[in-house]
């Protein structure tokens, strides 16, 4: 830990925080403001990559910066990303074709990568081990202040003012919590002597490795078939690519990944943990049960957003209180266990939903999920954190957040396939077969659809092709059409 003062761990805090949030936000406040984008910039054909390489950039590079953050301070490496990041909003703001934006947007994902990464260890770094936890509880808050404020935020100020300020808001903000970081945050340099080595190869493999892994799972079941030569093309280089930097890193200097965390059962386990928890688990009830409630129960898209609220309450109260916890009690397991329980049994309930199910009975499990998972981010990175050498402290807490995100990639693409599967297979059997006629009988769903917010587009046509039947029937027995009386037999 460094030696800091009062006055410095507090505007330090505000700094992290604010500049978080901004990146956090970035991942849900574009999603209201994508159909303005796409009329003012006729880009329908390239919507997906606007999301896809924010991802791509925001995820692969922060290992990297938790890295270059032992080696260089913490200070220089968050002011960079800040910079990073705004830069990349205004540019976004100023945008005048799809491609300049998804350019824009991926040097946004770079800043917020190095955010996202360095927030966390900057707390470990300020904080004695004893209060670590209230803190690490009181940064976790923010990713669910984010999910809530996000969409309606981009929907206000792209109906109030334009698209562009969507991007815009992060300037005068963003500018606030860069100078508190340049006049009030210590420069938190190592405080060993150390030769500064940056392992490029590991740099290059990792980025060959995870990029291609990430762009399969993003693009897999939405852009290309999953057995598709791009997708499988995609899996066949990351997995050289993994294993190449494996073996780079067990010889390097410096790795981005040490070969002594790696064997550290409390990092691996706390890893794994996280990406299952806080990863997959999260994510995909944030994104599944929104695509339940208008498919299942006929709930408008923006009712069912307002669906996900009682979780991330849930969430973000049980994380702020869990890292209280936790510094009250000096011991963090039974608060894991606990809540993995309450997890494990509001996701058992949620298998109970159906057509009759109510508002009020989605909105309580969702609340009981909530604080079921909320302690998954705060406690398994202190943990993490208290288990590492301090040397280690930025690639271990940057590691921890990139395999968090490369859970709920993975989460998203598995339960994302299955849910496609499952109501491709299963719908059909429900239909009357003269609809399957008339020509629906595929019904091949994929989870670009669902996930780019036209969750109606699959009753919409399951309806219009409904009526044309009836139509038939109607002529059939009020005139006596012939050819509506061979397709009703047809049928």
Not at 36 to 59: C, E, K, P
Not at 231 to 242: C, E, P, Q
Not at 354 to 360: E, F, K, Q, V, W
């Amino acid at each position: 830990m460094y030696t800091v003062t009062a006055r410095q761990q507090t505007f330090t805090m505000v700094a992290i925080m604010v500049s978080l949030l901004l990146s956090a936000l970035d991942g849900t406040i574009v999603a209201t403001a994508m159909p303005s984008i796409l009329r003012d910039l006729n880009g329908m054909s390239l919507y997906t990559w606007v999301v896809t390489g924010y991802l791509l950039a925001s995820t692969a590079m922060i290992p990297i910066y938790g890295k270059l953050s032992d080696l260089y301070g913490r200070k220089v490496i968050l002011t960079t990303s800040v910079i990073l990041f705004l830069l990349g909003s205004l540019l976004s703001g100023m945008a005048s074709s799809m491609g300049m934006l998804i350019a824009f947007r991926a040097l946004q994902g770079l800043g917020c990568a190095g955010i996202t990464a360095i927030s966390f260890t900057i707390a470990a770094d300020i904080f004695p081990a004893a209060t670590r936890g209230k803190y690490q509880g009181i940064i976790s808050t923010v990713f669910g202040v984010s999910s809530i404020v996000g969409p309606w935020l981009g929907g206000f100020l792209t109906d109030a003012l334009s698209w562009r300020w969507v991007f815009y808001v992060n300037m005068p903000i963003g500018l606030v919590a860069l100078l508190f970081i340049l006049t009030q945050m210590p420069a938190l340099k190592p405080t060993l002597a150390r030769k500064v080595v940056i392992d490029w190869w590991g740099v290059l493999t990792l980025l060959v490795g995870f990029v291609p892994l990430l762009l399969a799972l993003t693009l897999g079941g939405q852009e290309y078939p999953w057995g598709s030569w791009q997708v499988i093309g995609l899996f066949a280089v990351a997995a050289v690519g993994i294993l190449v930097f494996v073996l780079v890193e067990r010889k390097a200097a410096e790795p981005i990944f040490s070969v002594r965390m790696l064997r550290n059962p409390t990092f691996v386990l706390g890893s794994l943990a996280v990406a299952l928890t806080g990863g997959a688990g999260f994510m995909s009830a944030l994104l599944f049960l929104p695509i339940y409630m208008v498919m299942v129960t006929g709930a408008s898209a923006s009712g069912a957003g307002m669906t996900v609220m009682p979780l991330m309450v849930g969430w973000a109260v049980s994380a702020f209180f869990s890292g209280q916890l936790v510094t009250k009690l000096g011991r963090y397991k039974g608060i894991l266990l606990v809540g993995s329980a309450l997890a494990f049994v509001g996701y058992i309930l949620l298998q109970g939903l159906s057509i009759d199910t109510t508002r009020a009975q989605v909105t309580w499990r969702m609340i009981l999920l909530g604080i079921g998972l909320g302690p998954a981010i705060p406690i398994l990175t202190l943990a993490v954190q208290n288990a590492v050498n301090p040397r280690d402290m930025g690639a271990a807490t940057g590691g921890n957040q990139f395999l968090r995100l490369v859970g709920s990639t993975i989460g998203i693409a598995i339960l994302g396939t299955m849910l496609a599967g499952t109501v491709a297979t299963q719908l059909p059997k429900y239909m009357p077969a003269g609809i399957l006629k008339a020509g629906t009988s595929s019904m091949s769903l994929d989870m670009g659809k669902l996930k780019s917010g036209n969750l109606d587009s699959v009753g919409d046509t399951i309806k219009a092709v409904t009526n044309d039947t009836y139509a038939r029937v109607e002529r059939a027995l009020t005139t006596n059409d012939p050819a509506a009386h061979v397709a009703v037999q047809g049928q």
